[in-house]
């Protein structure tokens, strides 16, 4: 489909999208020979990369429409900020924000989950036609989280993260990063699982650039398959981060945000490779291809004589 065709890319003055009404899709329509593609849709004033792009429902779903029809199997909606040092959004705020969006793009076919750290927000979220909940809030989750968790069975992203966006920089202090990593997720994991949540509904992060340094990234990558091996789907969210543009440093000037994303297709295929269930890009068509070229080389590969 052309860009012409996709609903809400018209002028700025146009209407809200019209959107076509097509047969709701579900968790199981999702592809299962290959890793996802998670698309970031931030509804936000100052995300470190896109913020104040999508502030408006009519952007926000043309974007979010944008990255369905470009191949996303995904779409994340935020609308608060997780980046270190963010101001914290009220849930009323970031619900007025978000909504409007996921009942958007549920009502034309988008699977989609929701960028979020309040209970509150989860519990409308998933009421208005989300379906995954992907909570950064690490080691420091609302209490109430767990219990909604097991109320509706949702999918939910448990994400390794300690202390919070005003702190999370000095709790990057580790002897052995995995090890201690794995630990602390375990032990969060158990909490969901005390409280009634299904251990197949839990996806794991390890949570790169929340209280984690640029070698503390690059280990974790290089750990993936110790993070499979826990039994869980592992989501891989590497996009143009400050790590990358670390490593693309020329003339001691770090790369850009959006200098980044043929690096984080290059991490894209490197965590198919190692079986991660998903990626989560703000670039869908890039990683879309890496993943796909990931998978064929698996796919061919000889048995040994």
Do not use: C
């Not at 018209?10 to 076509?20: D, E, R």
């Not at 043309?62 to 191949?71: A, K, N, P, T």
């Not at 963010?86 to 705020?93: R, Y």
């Not at 590497?238 to 790369?255: E, I, M, N, Q, Y």
């Amino acid at each position: 489909m052309s860009l012409g065709a996709i609903p809400g890319t018209g002028p700025a003055t146009s209407p809200l999208p019209v959107i076509k009404k097509i047969t709701a899709r579900t968790l199981a329509d999702l592809p299962a020979d290959r890793t996802l593609v998670m698309g970031i849709l931030n509804i936000t004033e100052d995300s470190f990369s896109d913020g104040g792009k999508y502030k408006s429902a009519d952007d926000a779903i043309s974007h979010g429409l944008r990255m369905y029809y470009g191949g996303a199997d995904i779409i994340d909606v935020g609308g608060e900020s997780t980046r270190p040092g963010a101001e914290p959004v009220d849930p009323d705020e970031e619900q007025q924000r978000i909504l409007p969006v996921i009942t958007a793009l549920a009502k034309a076919g988008a699977i989609i989950s929701v960028d979020t750290m309040h209970t509150s927000t989860a519990r409308a979220a998933l009421a208005a036609g989300a379906h995954i909940i992907n909570d950064v809030s690490g080691l420091t989750h609302e209490p109430d989280m767990p219990a909604l968790m097991a109320e509706t069975g949702a999918p939910y992203v448990l994400m390794h993260r300690r202390g919070d966006a005003a702190t999370m920089v000095t709790e990057a202090n580790y002897t052995d990063v995995v090890s201690e990593v794995i630990e602390e997720m375990l032990a969060l994991r158990e909490r969901f699982v005390a409280a009634g949540v299904k251990p197949e509904a839990l996806i794991l992060d390890p949570g790169l650039g929340f209280a984690k340094d640029h070698e503390h990234n690059w280990e974790l990558l290089n750990a993936l398959d110790r993070f499979t091996a826990l039994g869980h789907r592992v989501l891989v969210g590497t996009s143009r981060k400050r790590f990358l543009g670390a490593l693309l440093t020329v003339d001691g000037k770090p790369a850009a945000p959006t200098e980044r994303d043929a690096a984080t297709a290059a991490t894209s295929a490197l965590a198919a490779a190692n079986g991660a269930w998903g990626v989560r890009v703000h670039d869908v068509p890039s990683s879309l291809d890496a993943i796909k070229v990931a998978h064929a080389w698996s796919a061919a590969r000889v048995p040994a004589l």
